[in-house]
């Protein structure tokens, strides 16, 4: 419905006494230039170097096999049709600035960070210098294009985490050279098996790991989470997941995308956790985008769960050292069946792990020592505060993230809104505010909630780590008079 030529999403955000912040638009890079800041930086050769990658989002592989061939190799169906093109308007706003700049009002936003669509996939090459060099150029490629539109978006930096050190490289050069104040890192590193590489250099490409970065990492990236600190920028993660786990169909693209984000945000989230890394910098936020907050809701009670059963001190009802044999003897040979043949289960005969345990050593057993869990409540004091779950406008299961009678702990998990501006999952860029306010429209949520998910949420994301994020912005005002009460909520970065 519109009024008097305005969208409905124009007409909801008049309505509102808070602004409305998008965490997650999207721009559709625009290749000509991406290129050219490629070669600048790269050398001539940068980009053809890039198309030929096997693992270049912009590469044409799938399309150039035959379907047995694509069997034989299990290429995985690519990402298609993903941006808008009989809405040809939203698909020049996807990839124009400007253009998008001037059209925000008619969205129903205040200000949206803007995320890339090839940059998901460039922190993530396997080549070591041309990801250092992918990154670079897009960066300043954003930099420079959207630079003049900062009081209403602000792009992200891209951050490869392939080693600490060059992560620590790109966050100095992204915000101190190019001034830009929010980041996207990967959530993973995919990393070739040693054991592998050693048989065979070309194996490393099929045998890997993947290193979620918090927990039993190839390196300690603590020093990537202190130079985020000093520079004031708040670790968001938004990595794909298409191809790994489940998600490996050669034909069906929507097979491999359902729940992709989500699965790689709960690696990193859990990696985060185990790895103590919230308990070490309890002054910064971490972000993950685009996977909605039901699984967010989920971990949290599998670790209370978790630690209700199989903390180190309840683990030791587990310990196989604490069976009584004489009583399992006499069970056994009182109700074993026929099959059985009369046999024992004795110490000295064959007793799988999984099913009878083996001795461990006390170090190995508790597994909460890293995160210093040490009774129920410590969860949520390093989890809740510390999370941020991005959830798309026609999300129904953001819901979850505000039942304090479902989420352990009573909780309100801290949900932001991310239109995903620029994608297929908002088929009209008109309806951005007012797909997310049909949540309250069918009773999902209240209006409190909303304002929780687009306003205050976002603010808490950012300023908890830079208090002048929102500086030199429309909603500069408006995120300093956020009710003290909300901010408490949240430890200041330098505690």
């Known amino acids: 419905m519109e009024t008097a030529g305005k969208s409905r ?32 930086i790269g050398g001539s050769r940068a980009v053809d170097r890039l198309l030929a990658l096997p693992d270049s989002p912009l590469s044409f592989r799938w399309y150039k096999l035959s379907p047995q061939e694509r069997r034989d190799q299990r290429q995985i169906r690519p990402h298609f049709w993903v941006h808008p093109a009989a809405n040809t308007l939203d698909r020049a706003t996807s990839s124009l600035p400007k253009l998008l700049y001037h059209r925000l009002d008619e969205m129903g936003l205040d200000f949206t960070i803007i995320y890339p669509s090839i940059g998901l996939f460039l922190a993530h090459l396997g080549d070591d210098e041309l990801r250092v060099v992918a990154c670079r150029a897009l960066n300043k490629l954003h930099a420079d294009a959207f630079g003049e539109y ?4 602000t792009p992200v930096a891209v951050v490869p985490m392939h080693s600490p050190a060059e992560a620590i490289t790109e966050l100095e050069y992204a915000v101190r050279t190019l001034g830009l104040k929010a980041v996207l890192m990967p959530g993973y590193v995919r990393r070739p098996l040693a054991s592998a590489v050693r048989k065979s250099p070309e194996a490393g490409r099929y045998a890997f790991w993947l290193d ?21 920028v708040a670790p968001n993660f938004h990595s794909p997941s298409v191809g790994l786990f489940t998600r490996t169909s050669i034909s069906n693209f929507t097979f491999n995308h359902i729940g992709h ?6 690696a990193i989230c859990k990696a985060l956790f185990f790895g103590g890394v919230t308990r070490r910098f309890p002054g910064l936020t971490f972000s993950f985008l685009e996977g909605g907050a039901a699984w967010g809701c989920t971990l ?19 310990n196989p050292a604490a069976l009584d044999q004489a009583l399992i003897e006499r069970l056994f040979r009182e109700y074993s069946p026929a099959a059985y043949g009369g046999r024992m289960p004795y110490p000295n005969e064959f007793r799988s792990n999984i099913l009878w345990g083996r001795a461990e050593k006390p170090e190995d057993i508790d597994e909460w020592a890293l995160c210093g869990v040490k009774r129920r409540e410590d969860i949520k004091d390093l989890f809740v505060p510390n999370f941020f779950f991005g959830c798309e406008g026609d999300d129904p299961m953001t819901a979850l993230a505000f039942d304090t009678r479902k ?20 088929p009209n860029m008109r309806d951005a505010a007012s797909e997310a306010w049909e949540l309250v429209e069918h009773g999902l949520i209240s209006e409190r909630d909303f304002c929780d998910f687009v306003f205050t949420n976002p603010v808490l994301a ?8 929102f500086a030199g912005t429309v909603v500069e005002d408006a995120a300093a008079s956020l009710p003290t009460e909300r901010k408490a909520q949240i430890p200041t970065a330098a505690s």
Request: charge should be negative; charged fraction near 25%; include cysteine.
């Open 212 to 232: 979620t970065i918090g927990l039993d990492s190839e390196y300690d990236y603590d020093p990537v989470w202190t130079k985020c600190l000093e520079l004031k």
């Open 261 to 266: 984000f989500a699965a790689a945000g709960e």
């Open 150 to 153: 900062a009081d209403r978006m």
């Open 9 to 40: 999403s124009a007409v909801i955000r008049e309505k509102l006494n808070h602004p409305i912040i998008d965490s997650d638009g999207h721009t559709a890079e625009f290749e000509p230039a991406l290129f050219d800041y490629l070669r600048d």
């Open 407 to 426: 989420n352990a702990f009573g909780a309100r998990l801290n949900v932001v809104y991310s239109s995903d501006l620029g994608h297929y999952d908002l």
């Open 300 to 318: 949290l009670a599998d670790l209370v769960g978790h630690w209700e059963k199989h903390n180190a001190e309840m683990a030791q009802l587990y």
């Open 462 to 469: 950012k300023t908890k780590v830079n208090p002048a994020f």
